[in-house]
C-alpha cells in the first residue's frame, strides 16, 4: 500500500466529522436556541422521525435530478462537439448560450409550470437548463484547444478532419468532459429544488418549504444534510468513473 493512502481515504470522514462536532459544540457554547441553529444530534434526531418523509422526497428529487442532469449530458454533449468542431458555429451559437446561461433560471420556473403545470417535468427542466452549459462549454474547450501543431502532422500523415476529431480530439475531451459532469450533477440539484420549492407537490425542496412554514428547523437542516449526502453520493460517482476512463489525464503525483 502507497504511503499516504489511508489518510487520503480518511481524510473526508474526519473533516465532516469536525464540522458537526464543532457545529454541536458551539451550539451548546452559545446557547444558540434550535429555532436558529439547530444543533447535529437535534437535527439527526429529527431526521429519523421523519426519515419516511425523507426518503420518499429525496427519491423524488433524486429522480428529477437524474433526468434532467441526463438530458443536460445528451444534449450537451452534442451541442459541445458541434461548437468545438466548426468555429463558425461556436461564433453565432456561444453568445446566445451566454446569454441565455445569464438569466437566472429561478425566473425561468414560472414559465414553465405554466406551460407544463405543477410536478416533475417543470423540476426535470429547471434541472436541464441549469446544468447543460459547463458540459457544453467544458468539451468545446477541449475540441478547440487541440494543439494545431498535432492537427498538421496528423494532416501529412493523412487523416481527415473526422478522424482527427473521433480518434484524437473526442478522447483528449474526455478530462473535461468529466469535470463537466462533476460540476453539472450539482447544478442539476440546485434546479430540481428550486423548482420544487416554487411549484412541486414532491421533493425535497418541497419539504423543506413545509418544513419551513411549520417552524420545524431541523427539519429544514435534515432535508439540506439528505441534499448533501445525494450530491456527494452523485459526485463520487463520477469521480470514480473519471479515474477509470480518463485515469491517464492525471498527474502521478496526484495518484501518490
Known sequence: MRRGVPWETLAPWLVTIGLFVGWEGACRLFAIPSYVLPPPSLVFSEMWVFREALWKNSLVTLWTTVAGFALAVGFGLVLGIAIGWSRTIY????????????????A?????VLWFGIGEIPAIL?????????IVVNVATGLATLEPELEDVLRALGAKKLDIMLKVGIPRSLPYFFGALKVAITLAFVGSVVSETVAANAGVGHLLLSAQANFEVPLVFGGLVALAVLGIGM?????????????????????A
Open 91 to 106: 461564433a453565432g451559437l456561444y453568445p446566445v448560450m451566454v446569454g441565455f446561461n445569464a438569466v437566472p433560471k429561478v
Open 126 to 134: 429547471t434541472a436541464f437548463l441549469i446544468s447543460f452549459f459547463p
Open 108 to 112: 425561468v420556473v414560472p414559465i414553465l
Open 235 to 255: 459526485y463520487a460517482i463520477f469521480a470514480v468513473l473519471e479515474r477509470r476512463m480518463a485515469g491517464w489525464a492525471f498527474r502521478s503525483g496526484m495518484n
